[in-house]
Protein backbone atom coordinates (compact mmCIF):
# COMPACT_ATOMS: atom_id res chain seq x y z
CA UNK A 1 0.00 0.00 0.00
CA UNK A 2 1.71 3.29 -1.43
CA UNK A 3 1.06 6.39 1.34
CA UNK A 4 -0.51 8.34 -1.52
CA UNK A 5 -3.06 6.34 -1.64
CA UNK A 6 -4.20 6.55 1.88
CA UNK A 7 -6.79 8.97 3.35
CA UNK A 8 -5.24 11.91 3.86
CA UNK A 9 -6.88 14.58 6.87
CA UNK A 10 -7.33 18.06 6.10
CA UNK A 11 -6.16 20.72 8.08
CA UNK A 12 -8.81 21.14 10.35
CA UNK A 13 -8.98 17.47 11.17
CA UNK A 14 -5.11 16.97 11.79
CA UNK A 15 -5.48 20.22 14.64
CA UNK A 16 -8.67 18.95 16.05
CA UNK A 17 -7.20 15.27 16.25
CA UNK A 18 -4.16 16.97 18.14
CA UNK A 19 -5.74 19.02 19.86
CA UNK A 20 -7.77 16.68 21.56
CA UNK A 21 -4.59 14.30 22.05
CA UNK A 22 -3.23 17.28 24.01
CA UNK A 23 -5.98 17.35 26.37
CA UNK A 24 -5.94 13.62 27.09
CA UNK A 25 -9.02 12.96 24.63
CA UNK A 26 -9.31 10.61 21.85
CA UNK A 27 -11.93 11.26 18.89
CA UNK A 28 -13.41 8.07 19.68
CA UNK A 29 -13.62 8.58 23.18
CA UNK A 30 -11.24 6.63 24.76
CA UNK A 31 -8.38 7.53 27.47
CA UNK A 32 -4.62 7.35 25.42
CA UNK A 33 -3.94 4.03 27.14
CA UNK A 34 -6.78 2.05 26.24
CA UNK A 35 -7.31 -0.41 23.80
CA UNK A 36 -10.73 -0.81 21.70
CA UNK A 37 -13.00 -3.25 22.24
CA UNK A 38 -12.10 -6.57 21.45
CA UNK A 39 -14.10 -9.33 20.48
CA UNK A 40 -12.63 -13.12 19.19
CA UNK A 41 -15.07 -15.49 17.17
CA UNK A 42 -14.39 -18.92 16.43
CA UNK A 43 -14.81 -20.83 13.47
CA UNK A 44 -16.76 -24.39 12.79
CA UNK A 45 -13.15 -25.65 11.95
CA UNK A 46 -10.47 -26.18 14.47
CA UNK A 47 -7.57 -23.13 13.75
CA UNK A 48 -9.93 -20.61 12.28
CA UNK A 49 -10.74 -17.50 14.69
CA UNK A 50 -11.89 -13.68 13.56
CA UNK A 51 -10.61 -10.73 15.55
CA UNK A 52 -12.61 -7.60 15.93
CA UNK A 53 -10.73 -4.72 17.06
CA UNK A 54 -13.14 -1.73 16.99
CA UNK A 55 -13.99 -1.60 13.47
CA UNK A 56 -10.23 -3.86 12.38
CA UNK A 57 -11.51 -7.15 11.36
CA UNK A 58 -8.82 -9.90 10.94
CA UNK A 59 -9.65 -13.70 10.21
CA UNK A 60 -7.16 -16.42 10.83
CA UNK A 61 -6.74 -19.46 9.18
CA UNK A 62 -3.98 -22.07 10.18
CA UNK A 63 -2.83 -25.41 8.43
CA UNK A 64 -0.55 -27.94 8.35
CA UNK A 65 1.29 -30.46 6.17
CA UNK A 66 4.17 -32.90 6.14
CA UNK A 67 7.23 -31.52 4.45
CA UNK A 68 11.31 -32.20 4.64
CA UNK A 69 12.79 -30.06 7.58
CA UNK A 70 15.82 -27.77 6.89
CA UNK A 71 19.13 -29.15 6.69
CA UNK A 72 20.56 -26.99 9.64
CA UNK A 73 17.39 -27.82 11.81
CA UNK A 74 16.71 -31.67 11.15
CA UNK A 75 14.56 -31.95 14.43
CA UNK A 76 12.36 -28.77 14.23
CA UNK A 77 9.39 -28.04 12.06
CA UNK A 78 8.19 -24.78 10.63
CA UNK A 79 6.07 -21.47 10.83
CA UNK A 80 4.88 -19.26 8.42
CA UNK A 81 2.98 -16.67 8.45
CA UNK A 82 0.63 -15.24 5.14
CA UNK A 83 -0.69 -11.75 4.73
CA UNK A 84 -3.30 -10.96 1.99
CA UNK A 85 -5.12 -7.86 2.10
CA UNK A 86 -8.39 -7.12 0.45
CA UNK A 87 -9.58 -4.08 -1.43
CA UNK A 88 -12.76 -4.54 0.86
CA UNK A 89 -10.98 -3.67 3.81
CA UNK A 90 -9.35 -0.67 2.40
CA UNK A 91 -9.55 1.11 -0.96
CA UNK A 92 -5.79 1.74 -1.00
CA UNK A 93 -5.16 -1.98 -0.92
CA UNK A 94 -4.49 -3.59 -4.22
CA UNK A 95 -4.81 -7.21 -4.91
CA UNK A 96 -1.78 -8.80 -6.63
CA UNK A 97 1.66 -8.69 -5.40
CA UNK A 98 1.24 -7.65 -1.72
CA UNK A 99 2.49 -3.87 -0.86
CA UNK A 100 4.85 -2.70 1.87
CA UNK A 101 2.65 -2.59 4.73
CA UNK A 102 1.45 -6.31 3.94
CA UNK A 103 5.15 -7.36 4.20
CA UNK A 104 6.01 -5.40 7.42
CA UNK A 105 2.90 -7.01 9.12
CA UNK A 106 3.80 -10.57 8.36
CA UNK A 107 7.65 -9.68 9.14
CA UNK A 108 6.42 -7.96 12.63
CA UNK A 109 3.61 -10.86 13.47
CA UNK A 110 5.76 -13.85 12.33
CA UNK A 111 9.25 -12.75 14.23
CA UNK A 112 7.20 -12.14 17.32
CA UNK A 113 5.94 -15.20 17.10
CA UNK A 114 9.30 -17.48 15.92
CA UNK A 115 11.89 -15.41 17.65
CA UNK A 116 10.23 -15.76 20.95
CA UNK A 117 10.11 -19.37 20.94
CA UNK A 118 6.08 -19.95 21.49
CA UNK A 119 5.58 -22.36 19.59
CA UNK A 120 7.67 -25.84 20.54
CA UNK A 121 9.26 -26.66 16.99
CA UNK A 122 10.44 -29.82 17.85
CA UNK A 123 7.51 -31.13 19.17
CA UNK A 124 6.55 -30.81 15.32
CA UNK A 125 8.67 -33.31 14.08
CA UNK A 126 7.87 -37.14 12.92
CA UNK A 127 11.26 -38.20 11.58
CA UNK A 128 14.06 -36.40 12.07
CA UNK A 129 15.41 -34.98 8.54
CA UNK A 130 12.77 -36.26 6.50
CA UNK A 131 9.36 -35.68 7.28
CA UNK A 132 7.96 -32.48 9.76
CA UNK A 133 4.73 -30.53 10.16
CA UNK A 134 4.85 -26.92 8.61
CA UNK A 135 2.56 -24.68 10.32
CA UNK A 136 1.01 -22.09 7.82
CA UNK A 137 -0.99 -19.14 8.94
CA UNK A 138 -2.98 -17.12 6.45
CA UNK A 139 -4.22 -14.11 7.60
CA UNK A 140 -6.70 -12.13 5.71
CA UNK A 141 -7.61 -8.50 6.40
CA UNK A 142 -11.69 -7.86 6.33
CA UNK A 143 -11.73 -4.51 7.56
CA UNK A 144 -8.73 -1.94 8.22
CA UNK A 145 -10.13 0.33 11.12
CA UNK A 146 -6.70 0.96 12.32
CA UNK A 147 -3.92 -1.06 14.08
CA UNK A 148 -3.62 -4.00 11.70
CA UNK A 149 -0.73 -5.29 13.77
CA UNK A 150 -2.07 -6.17 16.74
CA UNK A 151 -5.28 -7.26 14.97
CA UNK A 152 -3.32 -9.58 13.18
CA UNK A 153 -1.34 -11.07 16.30
CA UNK A 154 -4.29 -11.63 18.44
CA UNK A 155 -5.81 -13.76 15.13
CA UNK A 156 -2.93 -15.74 15.06
CA UNK A 157 -2.33 -16.80 18.30
CA UNK A 158 -6.43 -17.55 18.69
CA UNK A 159 -5.79 -19.88 15.46
CA UNK A 160 -2.91 -21.39 16.65
CA UNK A 161 -4.53 -22.19 20.21
CA UNK A 162 -7.39 -23.90 18.58
CA UNK A 163 -5.50 -25.72 15.44
CA UNK A 164 -5.27 -29.60 16.21
CA UNK A 165 -2.94 -31.55 13.81
CA UNK A 166 -3.57 -35.02 12.46
CA UNK A 167 -1.86 -37.75 14.36
CA UNK A 168 0.41 -39.80 12.59
CA UNK A 169 2.55 -42.94 13.23
CA UNK A 170 6.09 -44.28 12.14
CA UNK A 171 6.26 -47.82 11.13
CA UNK A 172 6.98 -50.17 8.33
CA UNK A 173 9.94 -52.84 7.84
CA UNK A 174 12.44 -49.42 7.71
CA UNK A 175 10.99 -47.63 10.70
CA UNK A 176 10.38 -44.45 8.18
CA UNK A 177 7.00 -45.16 6.98
CA UNK A 178 4.48 -42.25 7.96
CA UNK A 179 1.04 -43.04 8.58
CA UNK A 180 -1.48 -39.68 9.04
CA UNK A 181 -4.62 -40.92 10.49
CA UNK A 182 -8.27 -39.57 10.26
CA UNK A 183 -9.54 -37.34 12.75
CA UNK A 184 -12.15 -39.64 13.08
CA UNK A 185 -9.97 -42.21 13.87
CA UNK A 186 -7.74 -40.70 16.23
CA UNK A 187 -7.90 -37.35 18.02
CA UNK A 188 -6.00 -34.61 16.44
CA UNK A 189 -3.67 -33.01 18.78
CA UNK A 190 -2.89 -29.69 19.84
CA UNK A 191 0.07 -27.32 19.21
CA UNK A 192 2.31 -27.35 22.28
CA UNK A 193 2.66 -23.60 22.84
CA UNK A 194 4.45 -22.61 25.95
CA UNK A 195 3.29 -18.35 26.56
CA UNK A 196 1.72 -15.72 23.95
CA UNK A 197 3.32 -13.17 22.78
CA UNK A 198 1.42 -10.23 22.29
CA UNK A 199 1.78 -7.11 20.18
CA UNK A 200 1.19 -3.57 21.86
CA UNK A 201 1.43 -0.78 19.11
CA UNK A 202 2.20 2.66 20.43
CA UNK A 203 1.58 5.90 18.33
CA UNK A 204 3.33 8.85 18.52
CA UNK A 205 2.36 12.52 18.25
CA UNK A 206 3.88 16.05 18.31
CA UNK A 207 7.85 15.00 18.56
CA UNK A 208 7.48 12.12 20.41
CA UNK A 209 5.93 13.87 23.48
CA UNK A 210 2.42 12.34 23.24
CA UNK A 211 1.61 8.80 23.24
CA UNK A 212 -1.54 6.49 22.74
CA UNK A 213 -2.43 2.69 21.90
CA UNK A 214 -4.10 1.22 19.61
CA UNK A 215 -4.23 4.20 17.69
CA UNK A 216 -7.08 4.14 14.92
CA UNK A 217 -7.42 4.65 11.11
CA UNK A 218 -7.50 8.70 11.24
CA UNK A 219 -4.94 8.68 14.09
CA UNK A 220 -2.24 6.37 12.02
CA UNK A 221 -2.82 9.51 9.18
CA UNK A 222 -1.59 11.87 11.58
CA UNK A 223 0.88 10.27 13.75
CA UNK A 224 4.46 11.08 12.94
CA UNK A 225 6.16 7.78 14.77
CA UNK A 226 5.09 4.57 15.45
CA UNK A 227 6.69 1.68 17.52
CA UNK A 228 5.32 -2.37 18.10
CA UNK A 229 6.29 -3.94 21.37
CA UNK A 230 5.45 -7.79 21.49
CA UNK A 231 5.74 -9.20 25.14
CA UNK A 232 3.95 -11.81 26.68
CA UNK A 233 2.01 -11.95 30.36
CA UNK A 234 5.22 -12.89 32.47
CA UNK A 235 6.87 -9.28 31.34
CA UNK A 236 9.34 -10.89 28.97
CA UNK A 237 10.12 -8.71 25.65
CA UNK A 238 9.88 -10.87 22.71
CA UNK A 239 10.23 -8.20 20.23
CA UNK A 240 10.58 -4.37 19.10
CA UNK A 241 10.07 -2.73 15.71
CA UNK A 242 9.76 1.04 15.24
CA UNK A 243 8.74 1.67 11.87
CA UNK A 244 10.71 4.91 11.14
CA UNK A 245 9.14 8.24 11.81
CA UNK A 246 10.01 10.89 14.94
CA UNK A 247 12.61 9.28 17.24
CA UNK A 248 11.81 8.34 21.07
CA UNK A 249 13.51 9.01 23.79
CA UNK A 250 14.87 5.61 25.93
CA UNK A 251 13.02 6.44 28.85
CA UNK A 252 9.67 7.13 26.93
CA UNK A 253 10.38 3.27 25.43
CA UNK A 254 10.83 1.79 28.77
CA UNK A 255 7.39 3.27 29.99
CA UNK A 256 5.66 1.79 27.03
CA UNK A 257 7.16 -0.98 27.60
CA UNK A 258 5.81 -1.32 31.29
CA UNK A 259 2.03 -0.03 30.13
CA UNK A 260 2.42 -3.01 27.17
CA UNK A 261 3.07 -5.76 29.55
CA UNK A 262 0.03 -4.93 31.81
CA UNK A 263 -2.21 -4.90 28.43
CA UNK A 264 -0.51 -8.13 27.56
CA UNK A 265 -1.34 -9.83 30.34
CA UNK A 266 -5.00 -8.68 30.09
CA UNK A 267 -4.84 -9.72 26.24
CA UNK A 268 -3.92 -12.90 27.27
CA UNK A 269 -6.39 -13.76 29.73
CA UNK A 270 -8.73 -12.87 27.31
CA UNK A 271 -7.41 -14.96 24.43
CA UNK A 272 -7.66 -17.89 27.16
CA UNK A 273 -10.92 -17.70 28.34
CA UNK A 274 -12.25 -17.49 24.95
CA UNK A 275 -10.43 -20.52 23.88
CA UNK A 276 -10.82 -22.22 26.68
CA UNK A 277 -15.13 -21.88 26.27
CA UNK A 278 -14.30 -22.90 22.87
CA UNK A 279 -12.88 -26.21 23.40
CA UNK A 280 -15.22 -26.69 26.50
CA UNK A 281 -17.99 -26.52 23.66
CA UNK A 282 -16.21 -28.65 21.43
CA UNK A 283 -16.25 -31.33 24.25
CA UNK A 284 -19.82 -30.85 24.93
CA UNK A 285 -21.00 -31.56 21.26
CA UNK A 286 -18.87 -34.40 20.67
CA UNK A 287 -20.67 -36.12 23.76
CA UNK A 288 -23.79 -35.08 22.61
CA UNK A 289 -22.72 -37.38 19.27
CA UNK A 290 -20.90 -40.07 21.19
CA UNK A 291 -24.28 -42.70 21.92
CA UNK A 292 -24.74 -42.79 17.83
CA UNK A 293 -21.08 -43.36 17.12
CA UNK A 294 -21.12 -45.97 20.23
CA UNK A 295 -23.66 -47.54 18.19
CA UNK A 296 -21.85 -47.82 15.10
CA UNK A 297 -18.35 -49.52 17.22
CA UNK A 298 -20.56 -51.98 18.48
CA UNK A 299 -22.09 -52.98 15.13
CA UNK A 300 -18.75 -53.00 13.38
CA UNK A 301 -16.79 -55.86 13.21
CA UNK A 302 -13.12 -56.13 15.21
CA UNK A 303 -11.14 -56.19 11.62
CA UNK A 304 -12.42 -53.13 11.03
CA UNK A 305 -11.23 -51.88 14.27
CA UNK A 306 -8.08 -54.05 14.34
CA UNK A 307 -7.00 -52.63 10.99
CA UNK A 308 -7.57 -49.09 12.36
CA UNK A 309 -5.52 -49.12 15.37
CA UNK A 310 -2.61 -50.26 17.10
CA UNK A 311 -2.39 -53.22 19.33
CA UNK A 312 -3.19 -50.88 22.68
CA UNK A 313 -6.79 -50.31 21.22
CA UNK A 314 -6.92 -54.28 20.60
CA UNK A 315 -6.97 -55.11 23.75
CA UNK A 316 -9.27 -52.56 25.41
CA UNK A 317 -12.01 -53.89 22.55
CA UNK A 318 -11.08 -57.50 23.14
CA UNK A 319 -11.48 -57.00 26.72
CA UNK A 320 -15.13 -56.23 27.41
CA UNK A 321 -15.52 -59.82 25.68
CA UNK A 322 -13.68 -61.68 27.80
CA UNK A 323 -15.52 -60.11 30.92
CA UNK A 324 -18.93 -61.21 29.58
CA UNK A 325 -17.41 -64.51 29.50
CA UNK A 326 -16.19 -64.41 33.36
CA UNK A 327 -19.79 -63.12 33.99
CA UNK A 328 -21.12 -65.81 32.30
CA UNK A 329 -19.81 -68.61 34.11
CA UNK A 330 -21.12 -68.51 37.14
CA UNK A 331 -25.23 -68.93 36.28
CA UNK A 332 -24.66 -72.62 34.23
CA UNK A 333 -24.24 -73.60 37.75
CA UNK A 334 -27.33 -72.73 38.52
CA UNK A 335 -28.84 -74.01 35.32
CA UNK A 336 -27.30 -77.96 36.09
CA UNK A 337 -29.73 -77.93 39.54
CA UNK A 338 -32.73 -77.23 37.41
CA UNK A 339 -31.91 -79.32 34.32
CA UNK A 340 -31.43 -82.40 37.50
CA UNK A 341 -34.99 -81.39 38.72
CA UNK A 342 -36.54 -81.38 35.31
CA UNK A 343 -34.86 -85.08 34.87
CA UNK A 344 -37.16 -86.35 37.68
CA UNK A 345 -40.55 -86.28 35.65
CA UNK A 346 -39.08 -87.71 32.31
CA UNK A 347 -37.33 -90.54 34.10
CA UNK A 348 -41.01 -91.11 36.29
CA UNK A 349 -42.59 -91.37 32.89
CA UNK A 350 -40.15 -93.55 31.30
CA UNK A 351 -40.22 -95.94 34.61
CA UNK A 352 -43.97 -96.45 35.98
CA UNK A 353 -42.55 -97.97 39.18
CA UNK A 354 -40.44 -94.37 39.84
CA UNK A 355 -43.72 -92.62 39.74
CA UNK A 356 -45.05 -95.27 42.97
CA UNK A 357 -41.73 -94.36 44.74
CA UNK A 358 -42.52 -90.96 44.25
CA UNK A 359 -46.00 -91.42 45.43
CA UNK A 360 -44.79 -92.64 48.79
CA UNK A 361 -42.43 -90.04 49.02
CA UNK A 362 -44.42 -87.65 48.67
CA UNK A 363 -47.32 -89.01 51.41
CA UNK A 364 -44.28 -89.15 54.34
CA UNK A 365 -43.28 -86.74 55.90
CA UNK A 366 -40.72 -83.52 54.60
CA UNK A 367 -37.50 -84.49 56.55
CA UNK A 368 -37.80 -88.66 54.95
CA UNK A 369 -38.51 -86.79 51.93
CA UNK A 370 -35.65 -84.89 51.29
CA UNK A 371 -33.61 -87.77 52.89
CA UNK A 372 -35.13 -90.24 49.95
CA UNK A 373 -35.33 -87.45 46.95
CA UNK A 374 -31.37 -88.07 46.11
CA UNK A 375 -31.69 -91.66 46.28
CA UNK A 376 -34.71 -92.12 44.89
CA UNK A 377 -33.16 -91.20 41.01
CA UNK A 378 -30.96 -94.41 41.89
CA UNK A 379 -33.57 -96.49 42.86
CA UNK A 380 -35.44 -95.52 39.66
CA UNK A 381 -33.02 -96.07 37.41
CA UNK A 382 -31.01 -99.41 39.15
CA UNK A 383 -34.30 -101.63 38.68
CA UNK A 384 -34.57 -100.89 34.95
CA UNK A 385 -31.05 -101.37 34.04
CA UNK A 386 -31.36 -104.92 36.46
CA UNK A 387 -34.40 -105.67 34.30
CA UNK A 388 -33.29 -105.48 30.81
CA UNK A 389 -29.93 -107.74 31.89
CA UNK A 390 -32.98 -110.32 33.64
CA UNK A 391 -34.68 -109.82 29.81
CA UNK A 392 -30.85 -110.62 28.03
CA UNK A 393 -30.15 -113.60 30.29
CA UNK A 394 -34.01 -115.20 29.70
CA UNK A 395 -33.43 -115.00 26.20
CA UNK A 396 -30.12 -116.47 26.20
CA UNK A 397 -31.34 -119.42 27.78
Excluded at 226 to 233: E, G, K, L, Q, V
Excluded at 276 to 301: C, E, F, G, H, I
Amino acid sequence: MDHHQRWHPTVNEREFIERALQSDLRVDGRRPFDFRRLKILFGREDGSAEVQLGDTRVMGYATAQLVQPYKDRPNEGTLAIFTEFSPMADPAFEPGRPGESAIELGRVVDRGLRESRAVDMESLCVVAGKHVWSVRVDLHILDNGGNLIDAANIAALAALSTFRRPECTVGGEDGQQVTVHDPEVRDPLPLTIHHLPIAVTFAYFGEGNIMVIDPTYKEEAVMGGRMTATINSNGDVCSIQKAGGEGVMSSVIMQCLRIASVKAADITSKIKNEVNSYTSAKALQKVKRLPASALKKDNAPDVAMKESSDGALETQSTKPSSDGQQINKEPPSVVEDNKQEDVEPMLSECNPEAQSESRLTAGGSDETQEAISPKSLKDAVKPKHKRKKKQHSKINV
